[in-house]
């Protein structure tokens, strides 16, 4: 007949196990308690800094990079239309946003054929969104690092608690059992929290820069078909309109 584990530890013996386990579990930090989980945790921790970083720079960026649209389009429409280049070259100038500088490099190239120009305003926007884009990557990666992390940690952990169960040839105390096995599962938790936070940036920021991207290329379009209007006629001076 199998033995329960209150024939095989002491009620006494149990009780001042939990009673230890708990003092200890309140005396430990959370610092601690996260570097009970063996090397692997500092790798985690590493990653997680890296991602708060990251979504910190990318979203600041992008607040950067916002810009009102409309606005921009009807001023520099307003002066293309009147024929002041220069004005609209300085209007763009004064404004450091990507929509601004994309418009910057049609201008520079007014006079050429329409293809040059609107080869130069794709090449700017390209590059513009590569900007945009920049170190996005590294988010997607840490999605799928802290996990894989997480439960390299937790088979070390599982493989350590083992070899410590053939050292004692299987006389082990349950409660010493039961605290390999939590920090090796610690491992696990920290890098599934790491991850999701990542993935979780990663879409948010990639939302983000989806829309601005969109708002440049559909500025560029506008500002390719500025450019094909026909010139306004000039209106006629009080000495060529009709007297009637």
């Avoid at 970083?53 to 009807?74: G, H, P, Q, V, W």
């Avoid at 070259?89 to 190239?109: D, Q």
């Avoid at 894989?148 to 070390?156: N, R, Y």
Wanted: proline share 5%.
């Amino acid at each position: 007949m199998m033995l329960s584990l209150q024939q095989v530890v002491p009620p006494d013996t149990t009780q001042a196990v939990i009673d230890s386990t708990l003092a200890a579990a309140q005396d430990t930090s959370i610092l601690e308690t996260l570097f009970l989980g063996g090397w692997v945790m500092l790798p985690i921790l590493l990653l997680s800094f890296f991602t708060i970083y990251l979504f910190a720079e990318r979203l600041i960026t992008l607040r950067r990079s916002k810009a009102d649209r409309d606005l921009i389009m009807d001023r520099v429409r307003d002066y293309v239309q009147a024929g002041d280049i220069h004005g609209a070259m300085a209007f763009c100038e004064s404004r450091e946003k990507p929509l601004t500088r994309i418009l910057a490099h049609g201008l520079e190239r007014l006079g050429r054929p329409i293809s040059e120009i609107q080869d130069a305003v794709r090449a700017a926007g390209k590059y513009e969104t590569y900007e945009l884009e920049k170190r996005l990557d590294l988010l997607a990666s840490f999605a799928g690092i802290a996990p894989m992390l997480g439960f390299l940690g937790t088979v070390t952990g599982m493989i350590e608690a083992f070899q410590e169960i053939q050292r004692l040839q299987g006389n082990v105390n349950p409660s010493v059992l039961a605290g390999g096995i939590w920090e090796a599962l610690l491992t696990t938790a920290a890098g599934l929290v790491v991850g999701i936070m990542a993935f979780f940036f990663y879409n948010f920021l990639l939302n983000r820069i989806n829309r601005l991207v969109n708002d440049l290329e559909r500025s560029a379009t506008e500002f390719i078909d500025l450019l094909q209007e026909p010139a306004p006629p000039p209106s006629p001076s009080r000495y060529e309109q009709p007297l009637y």
